[in-house]
């Protein structure tokens, strides 16, 4: 999966744009009436995510692994 990919779900799912700082972008969302903050580097949009960051940014989501499938 792209970096570009995981933000749309994001998105997608209510996340926005919290804040930045370099090439980490932080996005804050709602999941199952509880706040959330995701942070993403965000330095090459087009780079797939290596699997440990993933797993680390879907759980930080709190978002179904299903949903990034």
């Known amino acids: 999966m792209k970096f570009r990919d995981f933000v ?9 744009l919290d804040r930045q700082r370099g090439s980490h972008k932080q996005f804050k969302g709602t999941v199952g009436g509880h706040a959330r903050l995701v942070t993403v ?13 993933l797993a680390s940014m879907i759980r930080q989501s709190g ?6 499938r």
């Open 8 to 16: 749309s779900i994001l998105e997608t799912h209510g996340f926005r």
């Open 41 to 53: 580097d965000y330095d090459q949009p087009g780079e797939d995510v290596p699997k440990r960051n």
């Open 63 to 68: 978002l179904p692994k299903k949903v990034f």
